[in-house]
């Protein structure tokens, strides 16, 4: 099965600091790279997503850079905040009749006072 | 703008009992339609997906069964409950349009089988 492998499973960054969260995926059919931020007992809810006709792409504090040829991409929280603290999980995605996803196993952020 | 639903929030039953958990979408027409259950607060695993009324994909064999009923309603049913079934279920749609897209989920049921 296609997987998409996300380290690391947990992260502690002071408050300010840049929060780096990566992604490899094996499946170069896969044309849309989705994140999303979940709190505790909440839905993941949709942060930020990149096509792979683009290397970056940001939105605030939040950066996604994506490396095609090394099937690689990364998001990266600039002045980390408390409130970031939540789990992240990046997925690939295709073009297909129903939008498929696969996801990683999700990192565990904890953005210190 | 759409949004959605789940209920019940949270579910608390016991071995051998039914189950339904309901969804719904409003503000969009002919979603995309998944279940998925989050066991110990960590990665998702798809159970079943539906592009229509009535049609339904399941991704992995379980105790669980997926209906649709409605366009926009999205039914998840067990009808013995086993302690493995205990999970963060949740919802969500993708629109139906060309091209890659997110999937956009609900608030999440956490269910606790005794």
């Known amino acids: 099965q296609q997987q998409v492998k996300q380290s690391p499973q947990s992260l502690i960054v002071q408050k300010g600091g840049i929060s780096i969260i990566n992604c490899a995926y094996e499946?170069?059919?896969?044309?849309?790279f989705p994140w999303y931020q979940q709190f505790p007992g909440k839905g993941p809810a949709l942060l930020i997503a990149i096509r792979p006709d683009v290397s970056e792409k940001k939105e605030g504090r939040f950066t996604i850079s994506f490396n095609k040829s090394a099937k690689q991409f990364s998001l990266h929280i600039m002045d980390s905040q408390p409130g970031d603290s939540a789990t992240y999980f990046c997925?690939?995605?295709?073009?297909?009749?129903?939008?498929?996803?696969?996801f990683g196993k999700g990192t565990m952020l904890l953005v210190s006072p | 703008s759409q949004t959605i639903h789940q209920w019940p929030a949270t579910l608390v039953q016991p071995v051998g009992s039914p189950l339904s958990l309901e969804c719904t979408v409003e503000?969009?027409?002919?979603?995309?339609l998944y279940w998925y259950r989050q066991a110990a607060g960590r990665g998702l695993q798809l159970l079943f997906y539906?592009?229509?009324?009535?049609?339904i994909s399941s991704e992995v064999p379980q105790n669980l069964s997926a209906s649709r009923p409605q366009d926009r309603q999205f039914i998840l049913s067990s009808k013995k409950l086993l302690l493995s079934d205990s999970g963060f279920y949740l919802c969500?749609?993708?629109?139906?349009?060309?091209?890659?897209?997110?999937?956009?989920f609900g608030p999440g049921t956490r269910l606790t089988v005794t």
């Open positions: 969500a749609w993708s629109p139906r349009t060309s091209g890659p897209r997110g999937q956009y």
């Open positions: 503000g969009t027409s002919n979603p995309n």
């Open positions: 499946n170069t059919a896969f044309d849309y």
């Open positions: 997925a690939g995605g295709m073009n297909s009749g129903y939008s498929t996803l696969t």
């Open positions: 539906s592009v229509g009324i009535g049609q």
